[in-house]
């Protein structure tokens, strides 16, 4: 069974700070570990994705996390936070390569920026 | 190339009534995902499909059915609605090339539904 922990609902960072937003994960088999961001009314989008490849992901707008497998950890950074980062952002995780995986998310951490 | 769309993307239902919703994926996508989404319990899978048939599916009550159309064009129905089903329903595509494990989900702007 899987299942992924995102720590803190809602996160407050300055503009310009560093954005740090914590994932943890638990699975049976190596992990597919995902992070997406919704903004207000829209959908979600994929930031990046980790499919054992390196370790150090990087995504869209300035965002990469990285993977650690002693910690099961997938926390999710940004060196500066910029007004338009104001969104939920969810990480997943999934068993990869299998016709029944599915993806499972956590339960999102809201970030604001303060000006 | 168009992303997914949803259709409609607001739907006021009373209870006991029975609602479809329905989800275009991005053209060459073959796989269709539904999720629903609440404050409370967050975003939690509904099913997926994948050359018409139902590939996966989560926990959810038999009210909750599904199908895709040969043009992997997707709907979802929900009958005998009941207040706890307000929610947004969001519909994902994706190529399902080796396994919808691994493919990068391309998710629509959802359809709000509110049960009275």
């Known amino acids: 069974a899987q299942s992924v922990t995102q720590l803190g609902s809602h996160v407050s960072v300055s503009e310009g700070a560093l954005v740090l937003l914590r994932c943890n994960y638990s699975s049976s088999v190596p992990p597919y570990l995902f992070w997406y961001v919704q903004y207000p009314n829209q959908g979600l989008q994929l930031l990046l994705k980790?499919?054992?490849?390196?370790?150090l992901v990087k995504g869209i707008n300035g965002f990469e996390a990285e993977f650690k497998k002693s910690e099961t950890s997938f926390h999710l950074t940004k060196p500066s936070a910029h007004m338009s980062d104001a969104a939920e952002y969810f990480c997943?995780?999934?068993?990869?390569?299998?016709?029944?995986?599915?993806?499972?998310f956590g339960s999102g951490t809201r970030l604001s920026i303060r000006p | 190339k168009a992303g997914v769309t949803q259709t409609p993307r607001y739907l006021i239902k009373t209870r006991g009534q029975q609602v479809t919703l329905s989800c275009s994926p991005i053209?060459?996508?073959?796989?269709v995902s539904w999720y629903q989404q609440t404050p409370g319990q967050g975003l939690q899978f509904l099913f997926e499909y994948f050359s018409e048939t139902q590939r996966n599916k989560g926990n959810f009550p038999g009210r909750f059915s599904g199908r895709q159309f040969s043009n992997s064009r997707s709907e979802m129905n929900v009958s005998t609605l009941e207040l706890g089903d307000s929610a947004l329903y969001l519909c994902?595509?994706?190529?399902?090339?080796?396994?919808?494990?691994?493919?990068?989900?391309?998710f629509g702007p959802g359809t709000r539904l509110t049960v009275l």
């Open positions: 994902a595509s994706s190529l399902y090339t080796s396994g919808s494990g691994t493919d990068t989900q391309y």
């Open positions: 997943a995780v999934s068993s990869g390569y299998s016709s029944a995986s599915k993806i499972i």
């Open positions: 980790y499919t054992s490849a390196a370790t």
């Open positions: 053209s060459g996508h073959r796989s």
